[in-house]
């Protein structure tokens, strides 16, 4: 071969592979960028809604662009655009917007998952009138404690201030004024102008709508706390939630994965979003955090849920990623019998003495007037509540002390002996409770055995080297009738009567009823 | 002065003597293309070097980030699939090219006095260039690999006295761990491309001082003129190779990109472990001959390899006959069953 054909044919060969590099380029075109962290899009319509309120609100314009929204490119108006008719509609700009953005307005993307929202539990947080909690909050405390209180929580019915005519008021830009009582609200409940219930950034906190924090416990410690329904303060006494906050240190959690699956996507340990709304590898993610629980726990009295053996299964299969199925079985049946307990023993019995009580006319039909009726209120609303929220979370302290102690504390301190003061002289009423205390449960209080006071005394002489465990510690209010006749004597007080601690249950004295 | 007198009187190189160097004759058989694929492996060390930089700047040598960065690079970095499917497939032909090349040197007997040296340079750049593959592939961090890694150390873990030794120093610690990678990615980036480059400028030193082994063909015209110029008669050759190597590389990195199969699993081991297939005959006779025998067996036939032009002599010297062909052929075929047995396999 020559010189000068040899250069043709490298001539050639290069020029063959410069097509070559742009079917490379044309290929690289076609490459999807998986996990390719995009730079926020700013569509048309949007651009300028962002430019002024970067000045105007550089926060929220700010939590916009960090978002999952900015980067897919669905800005400002995408969500707050109005339609003609609606209620809130102004023109802003140019461009007919609204304040609120509703589950209604979600749905334009999010079609299913507003729907299922719209059907859960959650979304009825709203529907509280006739509670007594919203009695409480609206009278008997008051208006301003519900608005700022409640209803931050259970949501508010939005409503816009009006004038005589009752038309709507207006700003000077025409922006129709929403009634202050009633917004700001976040309230996962809402009730919206718009027809629709609930809203999505109870969970989802605008203007970032981070899905990790949607996932975190936090972000349910917003409402579920304090010592009506503390599952916030449960779970992180239970060793899920210690599990999480090393598991979370150490980089584990990874929350900020779209797809978040327990079992695949993670495993070192649950949050409240694991059990009650996320996806395992069997069951996809839903906004009906009640599709996996078995009891409804909030009432005076526990009771199965619909279709609680099918939400059961859920449940179990998503413990069966980090736990055997005898296991799961054990915890079911401590927490069923933690349950049935609490309604057996004591919300029933208590249900049924105040149903006699105001059948007899001894309380009155207005809630809170009378002292039983706060009683009663703490028995099942705060206490009775912890007990059995606790045991469904393996959180020890808050189904034993915060729970059950004070629900006993409660019911034979305070609601017995109150409804007896009210029961004097009205037999009818005087022997349901007597027919209460004649439950097996009860009968403790009328005779302790030998042998269960033996056992008492034994343990605290073995372990304290004192015997009088059995007597009533110190500041124990008298008993409120004279003991019976056949009630065994109390221990030989010969050694000297231990002094409780946070250690040392100090049974009481087996004749105090 | 001007600046080329500037640079001349402070580095003192003649072009003319570059030009009439470059020019020296090479033989005629260099013609046939067969016969050029020496320059080959060379070639794609180039591509190597050029496209493994790139991926270097991206590649994290760390267990829990390695394979996410290889994942970053095919998924993430634009072009990045392109330059790693390029480094996949030009390590893989180096492999065969190398390969090839040095079946060619052992048939026609080029290994013989006085180029023994030159035989045994060429035959570490044939191991260097194996475990460049090994060591490559592992950094994947890929449960196959991952595991073929292991196999591997656990090998040298056999060689009799020093193995122990030799398998902690290349795992760093008695089992694969945490520093296991960047030990791979220091051999793999530092240690064996210095290697190659000392002994490939070796290995073409000893070409330069002893010329190319000359071949004759039963068509070639005694008349005619015995040799032709390096350059730029050969390197034009050469040159087309490169481009056309270039443009069927790229053409495989497009449409065989590498895959990035399951992440590494210390805990699971897979049911099948695999290596790539250029151990495919190491790894068959492991399961034939079993750990240690393999081991031993393996070492010597290397030992044999690297030594051949001397192992040679002395069968030739004992057998008067000349063996290298009918032992090659043997060796040759031997490895070829090895390898298809272990593919059809599992």
Redesign the interface.
Known sequence: MSLNAKRIIVGLLSFLFLVTLIIVAWVEGLQERVGFDPLPVLSGDNRPCFTCHQEKTPGIAAQWADGMHAKVGVGCYDCHLAEKGDLDAWHHEGKLISTLVTPKDCGRCHKDISAEFQKSHHAKAGQILGSLDNVLGEIVEGPAAAHAGCQQCHGSKIAFQKDDRGEIKKDKNGKPLLEPTTWPNTGIGRLNHDGSIGTCSACHSRHRFSIEMARRPDNCGKCHLGPDHPQKEIYEESKHGIAFVTADQQGLMKMSEAEWVVGETYNSAPTCATCHVSATKNQPASHNPGARITWTLRPVVSKRQENWEDKKRAMVDVCGNCHAPDWIAGHYTQYDNAVNLYNDKFAKPAKRIMDALKKAKLVTATPFDDKIEWTYFYLWHHEGRRARMGASMMAPDYTQWHGFFEVAERFYQELIPEARELAHNHPQVEAVIAQVLEMEPHRWKKEMSQAELERVRSFYKQRYGQGEGAHPPAGTPPAQTPPPAETPPAAEPAEPTPQPTDHQPAPAKPSEV | MTAMEWVKSRFPVDQQSIILRLQEPVPNHL?RWWWCLGGMPAYLFIIQVITGVILAFYYVPEPSRAYESV??IS??I??G??VRSLHKWSANLMIVTVILHTMRVFFTGAFRAPRELNWIFGALLLIITLVFGFTGYSLVYEQLAYWGATVATNLADTVPLVGTYIARFIRGGSEIGPDTLTRFFVFHIGILPTLVLVFLSLHILMVRTHGVTELHFEDEDPKEKQTFRFY??HI??E??IG??L??AI??V??IWPPELSEKANPLVTPAHIKPEWYFYFTFRWLKIAGLNAAVLTLGLASAIFVFWPFADKALTRVFKRDLTVPLGIVAVLGIFALTIWEAMAH
């Open positions: 013609k994942a970053r998924h993430e634009p072009l699939w392109w730029p008669d034009l050759t040159l087309m481009v056309g270039l443009i790229s053409a990195a497009v």
